[in-house]
């Protein structure tokens, strides 16, 4: 009786895998990541970003990106032309560049998912509610067996999904939560012009994944880990920093000129406070003159955001090689 589901038993050699990551400490190889955020976030600047790195991993063989959320118009602006399209490991697949309904695109890729045929292949999807109707339970758990039979297969997926309107949670079925291994929520951050920042806050986690915070250069979609001060701003402090650095754009001030133009007491305990939390980040203060008087002024480079944990190349271990 059954002699049949001998050969389809899982056994021991089959259990020989560890948890590695394509991008520590955030996105696991081999899993299936959902990130979701209202529309303008950065959603697309970072899987553009994320793409562009792995393409330099010797571990990624290729890098599917399916783009069906982006007008060509936007790509361009974006210079995707120069910063992805020259990529010989990426595969930019655009809504105008095939016949197909989106789905059944989808079912041509599950068609080869036989073995280990998706080794070292990351596929991005921007994004799931153009693939099918995600308040549909049943079209959502269908395109989830797809994207599964795919992970089994060795493939690596990186799923770009909607928020709901108030952006604390994810549009639509709940299957898509069910279905995830990695579920991140996505918020933008206080950045720099040329940079989008941005917080993966872990929703779900099946493989010990981290928060964090990444900065995007939009010139070359370098990828960067962002100190965690910035990544933990409140509202306050964030309404702070925005009209500290509006006032320091127009020229250096002392700390007095630069708490009364933010319209707080030059005594005020919170704002001195903050003023010294960001410094070096956001600003930075110098003696000058005769008196040596400390003048505060705006950094308009991102460099200071990086931490020493800079997003590289990595060995064949999935281990970060800094540099």
């Known amino acids: 009786m059954l002699e049949f589901l001998e050969s389809v038993t899982l056994k021991e050699e089959h259990l020989k895998e560890k948890v590695e990551f394509l991008i520590q400490p955030f996105l696991p190889k081999k899993m299936i990541t959902t990130i979701y955020a209202d ?23 290729k890098v599917v990106y399916i783009d069906l ?7 361009v602006e974006r210079g995707y032309d120069r910063l992805l399209l020259k990529e010989p490991k990426i595969s930019y697949i ?5 016949n197909l309904k989106p ?13 280990h045929n998706y080794d070292g292949y990351v596929f991005v999807l921007d994004s799931l ?10 079209s959502a758990m269908a395109l989830f067996d797809i994207m599964m039979n795919i992970r089994e297969a060795g493939g690596s997926i990186l799923a770009l ?3 709901n309107k108030d952006g604390k949670n994810f549009k639509g079925s709940s299957h898509i939560r069910n279905s995830t291994d990695i579920m991140y929520r996505l918020s933008r951050l206080v950045g720099y012009e040329g940079y989008v920042s941005v917080h993966l806050e872990a929703q779900k986690e099946r493989a010990g994944i981290e928060s964090v915070a990444l900065g995007i250069d939009c010139n070359s979609l370098g990828l960067h880990f ?24 127009a020229g250096e001030c002392n700390k007095t000129q630069l708490l009364l133009a933010c319209g707080y007491e030059k005594g005020d305990k919170w704002a ?11 600003w930075e203060a110098r003696a000058k003159g005769k008196n040596n008087a400390l003048l505060y002024r705006v950094i308009t480079t991102p460099t200071t955001l990086t931490t020493p944990r800079k997003i590289g190349t990595f060995n064949e271990g999935g281990e970060n090689n800094e540099h």
């Open 94 to 98: 655009h809504r105008s560049c095939f």
């Open 39 to 61: 529309g303008g976030n950065g959603k697309s600047y970072l899987s553009g970003s994320i793409a562009k790195q792995l393409a330099k991993d010797e571990r990624v063989k």
């Open 103 to 115: 789905f059944e695109l989808l079912l041509k890729i599950e068609s080869e998912a036989i073995g």
């Open 272 to 282: 001195r406070e903050t003023l010294e939390h960001f410094e070096g980040l956001f």
């Open 161 to 163: 999904h909607h928020s």
């Open 69 to 75: 959320d982006n007008p060509l118009n936007v790509l």
């Open 226 to 249: 962002i100190e965690s001060k910035i990544a933990k701003m409140n509202e306050k402090q964030k309404d702070f920093v925005a009209k500290a650095k509006e006032v320091l754009m």
């Open 129 to 138: 509610r153009n693939f099918v109707d995600i308040d549909n339970d049943r």
